[in-house]
């Protein structure tokens, strides 16, 4: 497949990948807000703690600009499973999203997924807004507002009471499929009591596929840890959650071989944590150099930074 070349003959400020994912086979990502833009602080989120911790929806960007990159990426890479709006953050913080949504059904035959904390949907105009997207994939982390706060840490304006309230009435109103995922800390939230009470909530919900995951990469908080895996597995089945085997895929996203290699690793590891072992597998069949002395030198301009989590070493680009 051909990846999207980006900042080249084509520049593409608001699309990224087709990406691998787990849920949603390969992906087109989108993200419509600024970097680190959300209204929760996760104590595992992979972007670090929350640069522009905000509740209020605004017009980050222009829809169209949105869709018309989408179309340019489309005609370089067709070879995915969905349109996924996901952000650098929280996506329904953007005011556009609906529009945004109904214009790429419009001029896309691929589904519209949107990834979300599920914050916002006690607002009738997020919901509104998300009504058109094929799939939906909130989160839900903690049964009690003590833990929510504990290890969402969201705005001040939100609570878990409203959170829940919200997808239920998002699920009376939407025709889609809804899929929540649930992120499991250790020692946090990961107890037979605590998954309980979470499966009742996505019961009473009613949700149509439930998803565990695992902070696999470097969290904000450096003493958040991945569950033991019996822990998991019982998880999965108080959950009845969908298969736990993927967790450790390469995870290996599309690359743009005509760009520097410094660029590729920099574009990846802003949207992620990257590991050492997925830059060597990216970069193997198309720089010839050393990449232990790209990695380096690229460490020493203050470009990356390596840290260890899980006994593995990532890359991160510093927040500046
Ligand atoms: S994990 Fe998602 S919801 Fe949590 S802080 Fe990060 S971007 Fe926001």
Request: net charge neutral; glycine share 4%.
């Amino acid at each position: 497949m051909q990846q999207l070349k980006k900042k080249q003959e084509h520049s593409f400020k608001y699309v990224f990948g087709p990406v691998p994912s787990r849920r949603l086979g390969r992906s087109l990502g989108i993200s419509p807000i600024p970097r680190k833009t959300c209204n929760f602080t996760c104590i595992y989120c992979q972007l670090g703690r929350t640069t522009n911790f905000t509740n209020k929806r605004v017009d980050f960007f222009p829809s169209e600009a949105i869709v018309e990159e989408v179309q340019k990426a489309l005609l370089i890479t067709d070879q995915i499973d969905y349109v996924t709006i996901v952000g650098d953050g929280e996506p329904t913080l953007y005011a556009g999203l609906g529009s945004l949504i109904n214009s790429l059904k419009k001029q896309t035959s691929f589904p519209i997924a949107v990834i979300t904390n599920g914050a916002l949907l006690y607002r009738e105009d997020v919901r509104h807004d998300l009504l058109n997207a094929d799939v939906i994939l909130p989160t839900l982390d903690a049964p009690t507002e003590k833990l929510f706060r504990l290890i969402n840490r969201p705005h001040k304006e939100i609570n878990l009471k409203s959170i829940i309230e919200g997808m239920k009435q998002f699920r009376e109103e939407y025709k889609g499929q809804f899929w929540v995922e649930v992120m499991l800390v250790k020692g946090k939230n990961d107890t037979p009591e605590i998954l309980s009470k979470i499966k009742d909530i996505i019961d009473s919900i009613g949700f149509d596929k439930v998803f565990i995951n695992v902070p696999i990469r470097p969290p904000a908080e450096s003493w958040v840890k991945i569950p033991d895996p019996e822990v998991l597995l019982e998880a999965q089945k108080i959950l009845s959650a969908e298969s736990i085997s993927l967790y450790e895929t390469s995870d290996v996203t599309s690359i743009d071989k005509t760009a520097p290699p410094e660029q590729n690793i920099i574009e990846i590891a802003q949207r992620h944590p990257l590991r050492e072992d997925q830059v060597y597998s990216l970069l193997e069949t198309f720089y010839k150099n050393d990449v232990e002395n790209l990695l380096l030198k690229m460490e020493k301009e203050g470009k990356i930074k390596s840290v260890i989590y899980n006994d593995r070493k990532f890359f991160i680009v510093p927040q500046k």
